[in-house]
């Protein structure tokens, strides 16, 4: 198993930045494809983003294209997210999730570890 911790939430203004970290503890990090999910207030958690197991291949909802950058360090067990040109329409809960094996997924489902979720408010 792993466990998983986000961090780097916050508020910030329309246009500014953050950057997102998700510490994974347990088995080893570099044995999990990863990815970012959202969730915002009424609505289903969707895909941001995910990247294979050496931190390669890296894909992007269209709607946080350009904008958004997925990354890894195996040596420091930690999975980034660093978003750039935050809209107000960012605003959710962000959770890093773990699913076994090489590839990444694009649902929700595929994924068998999740992290507890670090809220993310883009003011206008």
């Known amino acids: 198993q792993v466990q998983l911790v986000e961090s780097g939430g916050g508020l910030v203004q329309a246009g500014g930045s953050l950057r997102l970290s998700c510490a994974a503890s347990?088995?080893?990090?570099?044995?999990?494809?990863m990815g970012w999910f959202r969730q915002a207030p009424g609505k289903e958690r969707e895909f941001v983003a995910a990247?294979?197991?050496?931190?390669?291949?890296?894909y992007y909802a269209d709607s946080v294209e350009g904008r958004f950058t997925i990354s890894r360090d195996n040596a420091k067990n930690t999975l980034y997210l660093q978003m750039n040109s935050l809209k107000p329409e960012d605003t959710a809960v962000y959770y890093c999730?773990?699913?076994?094996?090489?590839?990444?997924?694009?649902?929700?489902?595929?994924?068998?570890?999740w992290g507890q979720g670090t809220q993310v408010t883009v003011s206008s």
């Open positions: 347990g088995r080893s990090f570099g044995s999990y494809a």
């Open positions: 990247v294979n197991w050496r931190g390669g291949s890296p």
């Open positions: 999730a773990a699913r076994e094996g090489p590839s990444f997924g694009y649902y929700s489902y595929e994924y068998e570890y």
